[in-house]
């Protein structure tokens, strides 16, 4: 469980920073998320089936354990 929070805490570290850069290069807020969500829009099917699965993984890898360690 301590992984699956580690692992939020650094994508939405690495999101702000990754904003912040870009509104310090003088680009508007509009152009930053767009350019942060621009690669998942032109995924093809199969690669954004790819990518649910393994996030799914990540997130209910840990879940499972922890509930299975408890019992």
């Known amino acids: ?3 699956l929070v580690i692992s939020l805490v650094l994508l939405v570290l690495s999101l702000v ?3 912040l850069m870009d509104l310090l290069v003088g680009l508007p807020l509009s152009v930053s998320f767009n350019n942060i969500t621009s690669p998942f829009l032109f995924m093809k099917m199969d690669e ?5 699965l393994v996030i799914l993984y990540v997130i209910a890898k840990p879940i499972i354990q922890n509930y299975l360690s408890k019992r």
């Open 1 to 3: 469980m301590q992984v």
């Open 17 to 19: 920073f990754v904003v």
């Open 48 to 52: 954004m089936i790819i990518l649910v």
